[in-house]
């Protein structure tokens, strides 16, 4: 499921995906230049490598169904991405995303990953609704937790530390109220990924697009 669409100083595109969730890196003329490049500890349950083999013990997808890189930045100097996540991840807050930090020259994540805090809940991961081909259910003993209302759109960025975000609902093109729709500013300065596991970085509100 590609989303998030940037494109490299040498003519190059990443595309962010949400299945996986991966990065993808294309050359411009579409070839895959290199393999889909995972997540380290996230899988939704749509990713190919979730190892379900043991029954007993079948591994648990720590992402919502397509609920992983939504939105993506690529930095003014073409060196780093920044990959949101739509969902929040298992044992995190539901109202924390996860930002993902790919240095490109390195072709690796930072150890550590940044935090934006939504306005309501995002959705979480929905172990009962997996079931296999016979239609049982893969996690009989889960529980459904709360459906979250609140998603996020894009990501682009401004500078060499500040990011436009979409936040939004999840109602589609529904006409029911209350409708939510918002242009934030992030500002990474003092929350760099060096500066600790789960960082918050800076948010606040540029426009009510529905206003």
């Not at 962010?16 to 290199?34: C, I, K, M, V, Y």
């Not at 919502?64 to 920044?82: K, N, Q, V, W």
């Not at 589609?172 to 939510?180: A, L, T």
């Amino acid at each position: 499921d590609p989303e998030s669409f940037v494109r490299a100083p040498d003519g190059s595109f990443w595309i962010s995906e949400e299945f996986g969730p991966f990065l993808l890196h294309f050359a411009a003329d579409g070839r895959l230049l290199e393999a889909p490049i995972p997540v380290p500890g996230v899988r939704s349950p749509q990713n190919p490598f979730l190892d379900l083999a043991d029954r007993a013990r079948p591994e648990p997808p720590t992402l919502s169904a397509s609920r992983g890189f939504e939105g993506m930045a690529i930095s003014p100097d073409g060196e780093t991405l920044y990959a949101l996540l739509e969902g929040a991840v298992a044992g995190d807050d539901a109202q924390d995303l996860r930002i993902y930090v790919y240095r490109i020259a390195g072709h690796r994540f930072d150890e550590t990953f940044l935090r934006v805090r939504l306005e309501a809940p995002s959705q979480q991961v929905d172990l009962t609704k997996l079931v296999d081909a016979s239609g049982a259910r893969v996690y009989p003993e889960a529980s459904a937790p709360p459906s979250g209302p609140v998603a996020i759109g894009e990501l682009k960025a401004v500078n060499d530390h500040q990011l436009l975000m979409i936040e939004r609902d999840n109602l589609g093109d529904d006409e029911r109220v209350p409708r939510f729709k918002k242009l934030f500013l992030l500002d990474l300065a003092g929350a760099d990924a060096a500066s600790g596991q789960g960082a918050y970085v800076g948010k606040s509100l540029l426009l009510d697009l529905l206003a």
